[in-house]
Nanobody, 115 residues
Framework: QVQLVESGGGLVQPEGSLRLSCTAS????????MSWYRQAPGKQRELVAS???????NYVDSVKGRFTISRDNAENTVYLQMNMLKPEDTAVYYC?????????WGQGTQVTVSS
């Protein structure tokens, strides 16, 4: 059974930094695309950043220049370095991994940006 486990969320002040991690277990193949999504209260889940197995990267416009996604293929782990955080970045952040037509989700980790 494939499981994605996130860690690294928490409470941070505006302009602070956090690093999220997500590790996939129960799978012996490299996930093709690993992504971070987020969902704020009352809003739809949105794609924040994605990285392919060949390191093709995409970001939503609102985080460009502030967030950096990276992955460790040997460990099936994806990271999201978040700098210059803003209150509007407050949300539950979810890790997603794809393998072929299959899609796997983590349980989510809360990120709260507040003074």
């Amino acid at each position: 059974q494939v499981q994605l486990v996130e860690s690294g969320g928490g409470l941070v002040q505006p302009e602070g930094s956090l690093r999220l991690s997500c590790t996939a277990s129960g799978i012996s193949f490299r996930l093709n695309i690993m992504s971070w999504y987020r969902q704020a209260p009352g809003k739809q889940r949105e794609l924040v950043a994605s990285i392919s197995s060949s390191d093709r990267i995409n970001y939503v416009d609102s985080v460009k220049g502030r967030f950096t996604i990276s992955r460790d293929n040997a460990e099936n782990t994806v990271y999201l370095q978040m700098n210059m955080l803003k209150p509007e970045d407050t949300a539950v952040y979810y890790c997603n991994g794809r393998l072929g037509l299959s899609s796997f989700w983590g349980q989510g980790t809360q990120v709260t940006v507040s003074s």
